[in-house]
């Protein structure tokens, strides 16, 4: 048994603290500000891991060229405070590591701000910068600004109904808070789902009319991403790789280094976490250790959100490299018509 099952009694007053605040806005005591652009949320019930950034990156590459984008975060982990868009001179420590994955991958096409009051970082966009759409990067519980269009993720392999609320599981709110979505899309999904597998998952979300359901699975690219060169996938299976993550799951990741490469070792950090110099040079040490040739035999290889956070190190930054991942979704036909009718609409 989970040892957090015992907190259950303190996820009781989780519970009544979210219920009343979810009340409050439902109700109209507590006020959202609503806004005359498209507005997409996109977000979770838990606390990470279910794939937020390559989803929105989706929906930027669906929309870029049908308005101006605007992505639109709290910019987490950041040392600055306040309203900020993303340029050449920004840092990850000026707008946080998933917004500067957004520019270090879009650049000037479209808008990318951070804001600790998303409906006031809303309304400079659309005043000072003339966004015609708006994506939320998680902001499903952040209920100030009212989104027009909601999209929710749960992990395949951790789905929200079979999860508890904080501190006893990784709820941020009660499960009922799906009945908010226009889109629920169960992410990191296998090649191939058994209809008895679609079966019980529809079952256990209980789409309301409104809302449709969808699946989609990582995707990641054949080649690596460094500062001088790129390791394409035919030279993967002699590679030596030590594996640097500061994400919340590493499952996924895990499982296809090690198919794909020779040796892996794995050095683990929490996520959107802050490398120390002392971790850095651990981090280099152990890959000083590693047999071969520097970026022949052997590597450093992170995710693409944890390289935003690395790449200016310089003990190690000739030396790593990154996977670049996107997704792939079922029946995309009908998920990018239903988006793009949502956005030309509104």
Not at 164 to 175: K, V
Not at 250 to 279: C, I, M
Request: hydrophobic residues 35%; positive net charge.
């Amino acid at each position: 048994m989970n040892w957090r099952r015992f907190l259950l009694p303190f996820s009781g007053l989780y519970w009544i603290g979210t219920s009343v605040r979810n009340l409050f806005y439902n109700i109209g005591m507590m006020r959202s500000s609503s806004f005359k652009i498209p507005i997409i949320n996109v977000g979770n019930l838990s606390v990470g891991g279910t794939g937020k950034s390559p989803h929105i990156m989706y929906l930027i590459d669906l929309l870029k060229d049908e308005k101006l984008i605007a992505t639109l975060s709290r910019g987490y982990g950041r040392k600055t405070k306040g309203f900020l868009i993303a340029n050449y001179s920004s840092k990850v420590y000026d707008i946080g590591d998933e917004p500067m994955q957004f520019f270090q991958r879009f650049k000037n096409r479209i808008l990318i701000a951070v804001c600790e009051d998303r409906a006031f970082g809303a309304q400079k966009l659309i005043d000072h910068y003339n966004a015609e759409a708006i994506l939320l990067d998680d902001a499903y519980q952040h209920r100030g600004i009212k989104a027009g269009f909601n999209i929710l993720l749960t992990d395949y392999n951790n789905p929200y109904y079979k999860d508890f609320l904080l501190p006893a599981g990784d709820l941020r709110e009660s499960r009922s808070g799906v009945r908010r979505a226009d889109i629920v899309i169960v992410t990191k999904c296998p090649d191939r789902i058994s209809e008895e597998k679609h079966k019980e998952i529809s079952k256990k979300i209980k789409l309301r009319s409104h809302q449709q359901l969808f699946y989609s699975k990582i995707v990641y690219d054949n080649k690596l991403i460094g500062k001088l060169d790129n390791v394409e996938k035919s030279t993967w299976k002699n590679l030596n790789v030590i594996l640097v993550t500061g994400i919340a799951k590493t499952d996924g990741l895990v499982k296809f280094a090690e198919e794909n490469f020779a040796n892996v070792l794995h050095l683990e950090y929490p996520d959107h976490h802050n490398f120390s110099q002392s971790e850095i040079e651990y981090i280099y040490k152990r890959y000083e250790d590693t047999e071969g040739r520097k970026r022949f035999d052997k590597i450093i290889m992170t995710t693409e959100k944890d390289y935003m956070r690395l790449m200016e190190e310089s003990m190690i930054k000739d030396d790593l490299y990154y996977i670049p991942i996107s997704i792939d979704i079922n029946d995309k036909e009908k998920f990018n018509q239903t988006i793009l009718e949502y956005v030309g609409q509104n």
